[in-house]
């Protein structure tokens, strides 16, 4: 892998609710922040996508009845409330931070373009991407991978609550497996859930790599970017 300048890292909603049932856990807001700053501090360009799925999600909207526009709008309004939230984390620690929307909402974020990604990245601001790609039907992984692409990342982080990618599910299955290295093609075969489909073709198509790792362990961040993976790298 090469030497890593600039990532798109993309996190869950979910993680942010640490033991709780709902909301945001201001502890895991503030260790996610502290992580961050630490790459940050190094040189690291870091934009960030965050999930909403602590506060809604619209799939199961639609499974409760919502229809699934709607559904999905709310959906991109709570990652907008968690790009918030870490904006604010950010800004507690003393690190100038930018969120941008894919939906108009002045004065809350300034509304996204590529252009306007690159140059706060480079004007050396964390840059907070949220309400997703804009549009109803595409997931957050989704909007990582395009977002990606587009500020012209090195590589898509995925942080999640396990340490990679496994053969099979390894929070029901002792017997799992865990991969270091694998190819987008041997994912495909092997129909490992990484990412939904849309996202995974879109990284696998424009050779974008991509590493799966854990969020919540302390100095990950930190390991990837030396060059030291903890979590599994995803080639083309």
Do not use: W
Not at 36 to 50: A, F, L, M, S, Y
Not at 51 to 72: A, H, S, T, W, Y
Not at 89 to 117: D, H, Q
Not at 126 to 151: C, H
């Amino acid at each position: 892998m090469k030497e890593i300048k600039r990532i798109l890292l993309k996190l869950s909603g979910e993680a942010l609710m640490g033991e709780k049932s709902h909301g945001i856990d201001p502890h895991i807001l503030s260790s996610y922040c502290k992580e961050i700053r630490d790459i940050h501090k190094h040189g690291i360009e870091t934009g960030i996508v965050i999930g909403g799925g602590n506060i809604f999600r619209g799939i199961q909207g639609e499974k409760d009845g919502l229809d699934r526009v709607p559904g999905d709008q709310m959906g991109m309004l709570a990652t907008v409330i968690n790009g918030l939230a870490l904006q604010s984390g950010f800004e507690s620690l003393g690190i100038r931070s930018r969120l941008l929307t894919a939906i108009k909402m002045t004065p809350v974020g300034e509304g996204y373009s590529p252009l306007k990604a690159r140059n706060a990245l480079e004007a050396e601001e964390i840059v907070i991407l949220t309400a997703g790609t804009g549009n109803p039907y595409f997931t957050t992984d989704s909007a990582a991978a395009l977002r990606a692409l587009e500020i012209k990342a090195d590589v898509l982080l995925k942080g999640t609550r396990v340490d990679g990618v496994y053969n099979m599910d390894p929070e029901t299955n002792p017997e799992a497996t865990k991969y270091d290295v694998i190819s987008f093609d041997e994912a495909y075969r092997n129909d490992l859930k990484i990412m939904d489909l849309t996202a995974f073709t879109l990284c696998r198509e424009n050779k974008l790599p991509l590493i799966v790792f854990n969020m919540n362990t302390p100095g990950n961040l930190t390991k990837i970017v030396s060059g030291n993976n903890p979590g599994t790298y995803v080639h083309y």
